[in-house]
């Protein structure tokens, strides 16, 4: 399939709606996108370009040429021809089948079918056919065609909600709102139809939180941002149908500019091969050459005596001629040197380690039947190089799973209980799940295992009704009851998802909203609370509040937020409490949960009427709006009660831990590079153990502008530096042999650091001039994480790598949005989990687990790698023992270029060695271990148990003593010997670096203190500002609920599912993090 190409450089782009044939006058893309890297007309050229890139294959050509010589080849050609075209083919092959699939994945989503409006009414469409300026129809739960401007839906002013993980990994909806001036167009097609708007926008890129553009449209024009727009890749969700104009198609849309391209990866020992084989080919001319000048001398001296009986012409008698010719037929019997065989057994020894992968039962995930799946048998044994590894999080180390874990209400925690010595213990080992049968609402996927907490629920404790009412009602979940009648929650964000059901299932169940009031199930009694303000998140605040008025008449403010923020709006009288839940947050911090505290407040209702009045002056304002907003809000949130906290575990998936901890024993760099938020990426670091609170510190990352990021790596250098200050001004070599120091650098690092870098900084970084300092700063820090990072910044981190640290990387990932990544890494490896295929598409290695990557590494990799070298070395000794003998056979027989061993023999001789070893060594190993031999000579043969008789032996032990002591002491002895008389920079540097601790062991190391309290000081939500306001303007209310009436009343939507799966989607995303506290810079 062919695909029109892109044409020059566009400035802005100008789009017409339902008109193609203006729109085409600028040659914009179409939307088919190919992924592949061959087609028919390109495949035979640009693969034998790729396969001649091969210095081995370039020279056997050579050598074929030469063959087809007469005067000079004593070989036939076929013996060259024939292995070089078999493995050319046998690539080719193999290089084809794999293009297949990425052409099959291709056409099957060029072919996908979408509603398009042509000629007044809606048609099925091709995607491949889709053009700028189409009107596309979007159903609920499909796939986004191309980048569209949204023109109207199915939800009150124009709302849509999306899912974005194939663009940034996260699953949390996100929503999209459309013009009020198009919105009214609704889904009349005769209006569509005649829509006629022009827009004028910015011109394709790859920056997915970016966009601007201006829509003219009936003598008007109107803004367009980031928030108008639906990327490709996205899935609607929760919207029954929306109306689209197709603004950037095919490989100008966001995702397709955020992919990187398929590339020809190689291993270092293909290209360690390539240099091996000009240094061989260089050995073979200077013996070519010792034997052409050995020629010419014995055809000068002797080889006149021999002319009058091979009845050579009086011109042939040269006999610098003949050396010249001699030279090239001794270039083509000594080309075994590098024979062709080492490349197919080569190909054939990867091909048996990729079958061991495929095979091993302990990377087979049994609970989706998935087995590990080499998609590639070319780099083996890369996977035993790797010194860095690049990993997504979501659903990468994370289960995409939130669960409410434990929770402590009036200084009292529920979810862990004392066993009989006297010791906590997690009730999830120790008893048995509640059993909320009783409850016919409650979400029985999710388990809560202490009794005691519906003990205190059925025996009324107040304070335990105000901690589940406030996690019934503050937060921004919108409800629907499916056509099976079952509760279903579209929740922003997971976190939120996970308390709201955890207050369902305990009987606090939030049934419906509207603008106006919040209907809760309490116990099985219907409670209509008044909504008088909802105080949104924001990442300033770092909490949420709603003032909601009870059906008794009282008025309350309810708040949930980062513990750090919300502790310092307590009323004195709560110091007691505050220090009992700080020490259970403190605990659950370190059992890796995230955290968040809950507290309310009395308000007086003349008071409420002043604040409220003030606070509609202040929206009213047009400077100064939100400054005055936030201070009103700090007004009222405070001389809180509080009431506890709650601790909700986003699951990391089976083993991360011990595989983490593995590799980084293996000295193996792991770096997360996530489109999380960036307190989200941080506790899941905490629960990974990369980030621990022993570090000596943990640098944040955070400019603005290349100039603050700037800065901010030159301070975390200068604290990381501040120990060894002294050591590096006493060294001038620094500066001069920067390149050859950096690993010595590292090594001088003698704490523990870690940094953390966000999108927006990332991009100055990576842009600008200062990439070098943040590669030195991050690759001196043990470990890296990068937040809120695009597809494509995910691949530039990864290419920065590559090119100045010269080491072998490895990416892992399971979405879309991993795709960049795994393909700019050495090895890219994909993870078949919750996101789809595309990951795994484009991988290298699949499988289900991020826990299998330690096998796929220590074990496959290591033993691939020992293979391949023991291999290669033994190849090259053994054609060297067999091309040597022809080159001193030359000096026996004139220099004649005669061959001493006929190419059959040497080809019997090699496998008569090779079956007749393995048949030898098999015979005689059971023949000697067999019942057979030892009953024929049972004192002569005792190998039944031969091993105690053998170890039995004084004289066996004396052996290997002797042995071990021969083999070791020389290479000790050499070892110190060249230590401490030849010592290298990097011995210096450790000598001084060990006298300095030695002088001053107390400075050796700054004080530690602990961070816990930073694990659980951000914010828990991945929680985005301007929900509140939405819930509150009533915009994202169905029109057609009828309002409730005061009191208690059921209040339920009756529209048919906005999702009926959504339930299964309720994932991703960790808790936030201090930045003041966590890192000093």
């Known amino acids: 399939m062919f695909c029109s190409k892109k044409k020059s450089l566009e400035v802005e782009r100008i789009v017409k709606a339902n008109d193609r044939e203006h729109n085409e006058k600028f040659q914009y893309a179409d939307n088919c996108i190919h992924t592949s890297k061959y087609n028919i007309l390109t495949f035979l050229p640009i693969n034998l370009f790729e396969q001649f890139q091969r210095v081995a294959n370039a020279y056997f050509l050579f050598l074929l040429i030469l063959q087809l010589i007469p005067e000079i080849s004593s070989l036939t050609w076929f013996t060259t021809m024939v292995p070089l075209v078999l493995v050319i083919t046998m690539t080719a092959v193999k290089d084809a089948t794999d293009d297949y699939f990425r052409h099959k994945s291709d056409n099957q989503v060029n072919n996908r079918l979408s509603e398009v409006l042509i000629d007044s009414k809606l048609q099925n469409e091709k995607w491949m056919n889709v053009k700028v300026g189409d009107i596309v129809k979007l159903e609920n739960n499909q796939f986004v065609a191309a980048d569209l401007l949204l023109l109207s839906s199915s939800e009150p002013h124009g709302l849509c909600y999306i899912e974005t993980a194939e663009l940034d990994g996260e699953t949390n909806l996100k929503v999209r709102h459309a013009l009020s001036v198009t919105s009214e167009l609704g889904a009349d097609i005769s209006r569509l139809a005649k829509f006629d708007g022009t827009v004028v926008c910015e011109a394709p890129n790859n920056k997915l939180d970016k966009f601007t553009g201006v829509l003219s449209w009936k003598d008007s024009k109107h803004s367009l941002n980031n928030e108008k727009i639906i990327l490709r890749g996205c899935i609607l969700r929760n919207t029954s149908w929306c109306f689209g104009m197709v603004i950037f198609a095919g490989p100008d849309t966001k995702l397709m500019q955020n992919s990187g391209k398929t590339k020809f990866k190689r291993t270092s020992i293909d290209r360690l091969m390539n240099t091996l084989v000009l240094w061989i080919f260089g050995f073979l001319v200077c013996m070519g050459v010792i034997l052409a000048i050995g020629n010419s001398i014995w055809e000068n001296q002797v080889g006149d005596q021999f002319r009058t009986f091979l009845f050579w012409n009086e011109g042939e008698k040269n006999s610098v001629f003949s050396g010249f010719l001699t030279f090239w037929s001794y270039i083509i019997i000594l080309n075994t040197v590098v024979p062709i065989s080492l490349y197919v057994s080569m190909e054939v020894i990867r091909l048996g380690h990729s079958y061991f992968i495929n095979w091993d039962r302990k990377m087979y995930y049994p609970e989706k039947a998935t087995p590990a799946e080499a998609r590639t048998t070319t780099l083996n044994e890369e996977l035993g190089q790797i010194e860095y590894i690049f990993s997504d999080k979501t659903g990468t180390l994370t289960e995409n799973i939130m669960t409410f874990k434990k929770c402590s209400i009036n200084g009292k925690i529920y979810g862990e209980a004392d066993d009989d010595m006297g010791q906590k213990t997690d009730m999830t080992k120790k008893n048995k799940p509640v059993d909320f049968a009783v409850n016919p609402q409650a979400d ?40 099976a009648g079952q509760l279903i929650y579209q929740v922003q964000s997971p976190d939120e998802g996970a308390l709201v059901t955890a207050a369902r299932n305990l009987g606090f169940i939030f049934k419906s909203r509207t603008s106006e009031t919040i209907t809760i199930e309490e116990l099985g009694t219907l409670v209509t609370y008044q909504l008088l303000a909802f105080l949104d998140f924001n990442n300033i605040r770092k909490r949420m509040s709603v003032i909601v008025r009870n059906p008794e008449g009282q008025i309350k403010l309810y708040s949930k937020g980062a513990d750090t923020i919300l502790f310092e709006k307590l009323h004195p009288s709560n110091e007691d ?10 605990e659950f911090a370190g059992e890796g949960l995230r955290t968040l505290a809950i507290a309310y407040r009395d308000l007086d209702d003349k008071y409420f009427k002043e604040w409220h009045k003030m606070l509609e002056d202040a929206n009213a304002l047009i400077d100064e709006r939100d400054e005055r907003v936030a201070g009103l809000y700090e007004e009222i949130e405070r001389d809180l009660m509080l009431l506890g906290a709650t601790a909700v575990e986003d699951k990391l998936q089976e083993g991360v831990i011990e595989t983490v901890t593995n590799l ?227 000096f026996f027989c004139g220099f004649s270029a005669q061959i001493a061993l006929d190419t059959s023999y040497w080809t019997v001789i090699n496998h008569f060695f090779i079956w007749g070893s393995v048949a030898t060594y098999f015979s005689i190993l059971f023949t000697m271990h067999s019942n057979g031999i030892f009953g024929i000579f049972p004192n002569q043969f005792p190998f039944v148990g031969n091993a105690r008789h053998s170890l039995a032996q004084k004289c066996i032990w004396l052996v290997i003593l002797l042995t071990t002591v021969a083999s070791v002491m020389p290479v000790v002895a050499f070892r110190f010997l060249k230590v401490d008389l030849c010592p290298a920079l990097s011995d210096q540097i450790r000598r001084r670096q060990k006298a300095q601790k030695k002088a001053k062991p107390s400075h050796s190391r700054r004080p530690q203190t602990r961070r816990s309290s930073s694990r659980r000081s951000g914010y828990a939500f991945a929680h985005q500002e301007g929900y509140g306001e939405l819930i509150t303007s009533g915009k994202n209310m169905r029109a057609k609920n009828p309002p409730p009436t005061p009191g208690l009343e059921k209040t339920l939507y009756n529209s048919t599912s906005w999702i009926e799966n959504l339930c299964k989607k309720t994932t991703d995303t960790v808790s936030s993090f201090s930045l003041d506290k966590t890192v000093k810079l």
């Open 577 to 586: 409490l505050l220090t009992l839940t700080t020490d259970h947050l403190s």
């Open 444 to 483: 029985r996927t999710c388990q809560f295992s202490d009794h005691r907490l519906m003990e205190s629920i059925k025996l009324g404790d107040s304070k335990v009704y105000e901690f589940l009412r406030v996690l019934a009602l503050c937060h921004t979940v919108m409800s629907e009851e499916n056509s």
């Open 664 to 890: 980084s024993l293996a000295n193996i760099k792991i770096w997360v590079l996530t489109g999380d938020k960036q307190e989200t990426a941080i506790n899941i670091g905490y629960a990974c153990n990369m980030l621990t609170d022993d570090m000596n510190d943990v640098f944040i990352i955070s400019g603005n502008t290349a100039v603050e990021v700037r800065e901010e790596l030159r301070k975390a250098k200068e604290n990381l530096f501040e120990q060894n200050r002294s050591f590096s001004n006493g060294h001038v070599v620094f500066e001069k042999q920067q390149l050859e120091l950096d690993s010595v650098v590292e090594e001088t690092i003698t704490g523990d650091y870690a940094l953390i870098i966000n999108g927006h900084s990332l991009a100055h970084a990576l842009e600008s001039g200062i990439k070098g300092d943040l590669l030195e700063l991050a690759c001196m820090c043990k470990t890296v994480v990068c937040c809120r990072v695009t597809p494509l910044q995910k691949a530039q981190v990864v290419e920065l790598v590559k090119k100045y640290r010269n080491a072998v990387t490895l990416a892992i990932g399971d979405g879309a949005n991993d795709v960049s990544m795994i393909k700019s890494a050495h090895i890219g490896v994909g993870i078949s989990g919750q996101e789809g295929m595309q990951a795994v598409l484009a991988s290298d290695y699949s499988f289900a687990q991020f826990r299998y990557l330690q096998r796929l590494l220590l074990v496959h990799g290591r033993w691939s790698y020992f293979r391949m070298c023991k291999f290669l070395c033994y190849f090259f000794y053994k054609n060297f023992a067999f091309t040597l003998v022809h080159f001193w056979f030359g």
